[in-house]
């Protein structure tokens, strides 16, 4: 049972380029959650979504960034026009339910040049 | 605005004693606290968690304590294990109500083991 795919592992960008992070849930989980952690930081919650649906927006910075979880296929992290304040690890996390425990990918690492 | 604090970036312990990982918050409406550990290239782990109705939650080596008056959390390892090193992260939420999922989590304590 694999746990929660996330790619790329590492991610270089130049500043103004577009950054799109992927994340399949466990399987049987509709649940996914966009958690970010910038340097010397804990991680700090972003979005939640369920299929075709963004439930909670809360923690995404008002421009640039958006996220998708589409019918088919996985949940999406856009970042437009990355600066160098983007580079942090992203993490995905999935749940089977809205309140029950998230498991989290293994993180994708984004370096803006 | 830390709202849970993790004032140890780091802390070792010689194996087979206790490791002691200490936790803050200053929100009084969080009601679950949790700890992950993180490995370098992997994302966090669920360890342990205790509801604020309890003040203490065993599992094997790992327990919790939990003093609601003092919004003070430890996380006990005892023995200390050299594969136990690795980043602890406290986390917290409010469980009664929407958005538990919201976790906020403090800077780490990175645990060094030594054999």
């Known amino acids: 049972n694999a746990g929660v795919m996330q790619n790329p592992r590492h991610l270089v960008r130049r500043r103004g380029q577009e950054a799109r992070l992927r994340c399949s849930p466990m399987?049987?989980?509709?649940?996914v959650y966009w958690y970010r952690q910038l340097p010397e930081e804990g991680l700090k919650f972003m979005v939640y979504?369920?299929?075709?649906?963004?439930?909670?927006e809360s923690g995404m910075p008002k421009e640039r960034f958006s996220a998708e979880f589409p019918k088919e296929g996985p949940s999406i992290l856009r970042i437009q026009q990355v600066v160098r304040g983007d580079s942090a690890a992203y993490f995905c996390?999935?749940?089977?339910?809205?309140?029950?425990?998230?498991?989290f990918g293994s993180g994708t690492q984004l370096s803006v040049l | 605005d830390q709202q849970v604090k993790q004032n140890s970036p780091s802390l070792s312990v010689q194996e087979g004693r206790i490791s002691i990982l200490n936790c803050d918050y200053t929100?009084?409406?969080?009601?679950?606290f949790l700890w992950y550990k993180k490995y370098p290239a992997e994302g966090p782990t669920f360890l342990i968690s205790?509801?604020?109705?309890?003040d203490k939650n065993e599992d094997g080596r790992f327990t919790v304590f939990l003093n609601k008056s003092a919004k003070h959390l430890s996380l006990h390892i005892v023995p200390s294990q050299p594969g136990d090193s690795a980043v602890y992260f406290c986390?917290?939420?409010?469980?009664?109500?929407?958005?538990?999922?919201?976790?906020?989590f403090g800077k780490g304590t990175k645990l060094s083991v030594i054999p």
């Open positions: 996390a999935s749940s089977r339910g809205a309140d029950e425990k998230l498991f």
């Open positions: 205790i509801s604020s109705i309890k």
């Open positions: 979504l369920q299929k075709e649906n963004i439930i909670d």
């Open positions: 399987k049987g989980h509709s649940h």
């Open positions: 986390a917290a939420t409010k469980l009664s109500g929407a958005g538990s999922y919201q976790l906020t």
């Open positions: 929100n009084s409406m969080f009601d679950y």
